[in-house]
């Protein structure tokens, strides 16, 4: 996730950079830096990695001139800051932000994760470049440096170096060349860049959320993918990556905190549906290298022996959770070949379980709140079972009931109906399993680093789904005609269909089922016809016929279906009445890819309808009550 903030204006910029930092806090605790061009004409640079001590210690520090190259009472007029939630390399100094070209001359901020670091790293390295951190971010001030040492300038460089990676990036940049100007990009969906100007300071401020430019502004500018921007003292300039200037007018922010928050989208919903590659970044850090092509879960200190020792998985949780649970439970099973199941905590609690010492209890809690999973994680820990709890809130009620947490980072949902938080659990499962699949020996070294470079790739292609959202608003204004859907998934997605059926129920009030499609002969056949319209998950994996044939079983009885398939597969185009295509991926991915769409025809269903997505009726964020 990561948090940036960048100033240009006529006072020191340090005090602006720290404050900013502190706005944008919560989208990274690992480290915090500040670079500003000084007095001299120079770049300095202050950074600490200290966990969640940070920001705080950098402030200190750059008061009284306590880290090593800083000078007291280090400043200028403009600069750009970072706090930093690890992705690729240790949480500590040499990684933190801002990162620099070799010579010195360009600093760089970085949202984001660079999917062909390696490849460019081994060519820098080869051009006689010495890397100074383990983080993919530095390639990115490399190749800036590269282009602004050959003449061009920071903008160009800028831009030079964003056609060279593959990924999702925010950027924003300084150059000692130009020392009046900071520069920023957005490349793809994954991180922001909010713009403006204080008319009162005469400054322009950036930032990754629209709450850090308050104290300058309510009228801002938010960059979209493929743009890029410049901004000196009081001045913003616009670009598209081919060099074309850009006329935008400022969108006045209501000066609220619930307004500032929501930024440029119109609720929370449509916030976090986009926030989900950011979301599974966040899940990622720390735990995925990149670099090494390793997974490892530092949260958990189970011995081999103790996991050797596991003969069964319980996955536990309700509603979304429990969903996020099925697909965790899936994954487990198919990578470590221990049974697994999911059941719902409610189920749970009330019966008599088999468990014990050899059970490993995994709860999925958005809150860590929910009344009856913490009622069956209780009755999990006298069975002496071990506890594995994936959740949001850390220091909630399951984090001191489970013997092992693990964070799904999303970042605060707001939204009642969850989105980011389902898709960062289930980033989080899947990494559960492959760490104990190659604990337990049942995958390779070689198997890991295949899982790991596929992860690098998931923001990004959940990216590229967010901006189906034309064909996705065509077919909620056909859906919502209907009083009563069917959706349709089997193996992997079947989690997923019971999601999208539940998103549907939840924002737009309509009665939506979701089914195993190979249990369709056993009953729900008899509901099907003109009135009953059905939503297909149907990638191209290992069931594809099968599902062919269940789409045709559909079209048999008179029902329109609607399928969510992989991109260039025409053969459901020629079964279904509507398609939505999702990026082609290995097939663990593929339910991240098919949860978005779902949660986006929901979502754009209960609009035509006029609901309100972010307080579906008779429904609460959090259920702390039976």
């Known amino acids: 996730m990561c948090g940036i903030f960048a100033y240009a204006g006529t006072e020191n910029a340090v005090p602006f950079l720290i404050d900013g930092l502190r706005s944008v806090e919560y989208r990274g605790y690992d480290s915090a830096g500040i670079a500003v061009i000084g007095g001299d004409g120079k770049i300095q640079i202050a950074r600490r990695g200290d966990h969640k001590a940070s920001l705080e210690n950098l402030a200190a520090a750059v008061g009284k001139g306590h880290l090593p190259g800083v000078a007291s009472g280090m400043a200028g007029l403009v600069g750009i800051g970072h706090t930093r939630w690890a992705t690729h390399g240790e949480v500590n100094q040499k990684n933190a932000h801002p990162h620099s070209s070799s010579d010195g001359l360009v600093a760089i901020a970085h949202n984001g994760i660079i999917e062909n670091f390696l490849e460019l790293k081994d060519e820098l390295v080869d051009s006689g470049i010495e890397f100074k951190s383990d983080t993919d971010s530095e390639v990115f001030a490399h190749l800036v440096g590269r282009g602004v040492a050959n003449g061009s300038s920071l903008r160009e460089s800028v831009v030079g170096a964003a056609r060279r990676i593959k990924g999702n990036a925010a950027v924003v940049a300084l150059s000692a060349l130009e020392p009046d100007t900071v520069v920023g990009l957005r490349v793809g969906n994954a991180g922001g860049i909010v713009i403006g100007t204080s008319a009162k300071t005469d400054a322009s401020v950036m930032a990754s959320d629209t709450i850090a430019l308050l104290p300058f502004t309510n009228e801002v500018i938010y960059l979209e993918p493929g743009e890029i921007v410049e901004i000196e003292r009081g001045v913003i300039r616009l670009f598209d990556l081919e060099g074309t200037p850009i006329d935008r007018e400022p969108v006045r922010v209501n000066q609220n905190f619930e307004a500032a928050k929501k930024g440029k ?115 999990a820990r006298q069975a002496g079972s071990p506890q594995v709890v994936v959740l949001e809130m850390e220091g909630s009620q399951a984090t001191r009931i489970a013997d092992f947490t693990l964070p799904v980072r999303a970042g605060q949902e707001i939204g009642v109906a969850s989105t980011k938080t389902m898709i960062a659990s289930m980033t989080t499962l899947l990494e559960l399993a492959v760490f104990l699949a190659q604990s337990r020996g049942a995958i390779d070294s070689e198997q890991v680093k295949k899982i790991v470079e596929m992860l690098a790739e998931l923001p990004s292609l959940v990216a590229s789904v967010l901006d189906i959202d034309g064909k996705i608003t065509s077919l909620a204004e056909r859906l919502s005609g209907f009083s009563d859907l069917l959706y349709l998934g089997r193996g992997a997605q079947l989690p997923i269909a019971l999601e999208g059926a539940l998103k549907m129920k939840e924002l737009a009030y309509i009665h939506a089922e979701g089914y195993a499609a190979g249990e369709m002969k056993h009953g729900v056949n008899a509901l099907l016809g003109p009135e009953m319209a059905t939503v297909v998950c149907a990638p191209k994996n290992d069931l594809y016929e099968k599902m062919l044939s269940n ?14 398939a992989t991109e260039g597969d025409d053969t459901v185009g020629r079964l279904a009445d509507h398609v939505i295509h999702v990026p082609d991926c290995p097939g663990l991915l593929q339910p991240f890819l098919t949860v978005v769409p779902l949660q986006m025809l929901a979502y754009r269903t209960a609009l035509v309808l006029g609901r309100d997505p972010d307080k579906p009726r008779n429904l609460a964020k959090t259920v702390t009550v039976e």
């Open 551 to 564: 789409i045709s079983e559909v079209k048999a009885r008179g029902s329109e279906v609607a399928a969510i």
């Open 265 to 379: 989208y119109p609720d929370f919903m449509s916030k976090e549906i986009a926030e989900q590659p950011d979301a599974i970044q966040g899940a990622l850090r720390g735990r995925a290298d990149f670099a090494a092509g390793t997974l490892d879960l530092p949260e958990i200190t189970l011995t081999r022996d103790q996991i050797n020792a596991i003969d069964r998985v319980v996955l536990t949780g309700m509603g979304t959770s429990l969903h996020a649970g099925m697909f965790g439970a899936s994954v487990i099973e198919s990578l470590t070949r221990i049974p697994a199941v999911a059941e719902n905590s409610s189920e749970l609690r009330y019966r008599n379980p088999v468990l014990g010492p050899n059970t490993l209890v995994v709860a999925v809690t958005q809150s860590g709140e929910t009344a009856d999973t913490l009622a069956a994680m209780e009755q």
